[in-house]
Nanobody, 108 residues
Framework: VQLQASGGGLVQAGGSLRLSCAAS??????MAWYRQAPGKQRELVAT???????NYVDSVKGRFTISRDNAKNMVYLQMDSLKPEDTAVYYC?????WGQGTLVTVSS
């Protein structure tokens, strides 16, 4: 399975971005977004089950929303009220596979 993440970029604090992850085929498992900030360990940001149940790391609760479209083999991460500390490379993960990452930079 190939996972292609997109949607990263440069945004000012308080702004929004929507990350997308396209899978090359159906993934009948949980999907997740991880992130890795410069000099820090990789962090699990959000997960979504096949049925749509979601979980978030405390630091993004109320600001980020993970969703999926199983018919289109897509997973999304809507990021609102972005903060400089959200700056990181974001990775889409599912079925044991990792995407290549997309860089999100939040300026203060």
């Amino acid at each position: 399975v190939q996972l292609q993440a997109s949607g990263g970029g440069l945004v000012q604090a308080g702004g929004s971005l929507r990350l997308s992850c396209a899978a090359s085929r159906s993934i009948f498992s949980n999907m997740a977004w991880y992130r890795q900030a410069p000099g820090k360990q990789r962090e699990l940001v959000a997960t979504i089950s096949l049925g749509g149940s979601t979980n978030y790391v405390d630091s993004v609760k109320g600001r980020f929303t993970i969703s999926r479209d199983n018919a289109k083999n897509m997973v999304y991460l809507q990021m609102d009220s972005l903060k400089p500390e959200d700056t990181a490379v974001y990775y889409c993960v599912g079925g044991g596979f990792w995407g290549q990452g997309t860089l999100v930079t939040v300026s203060s």
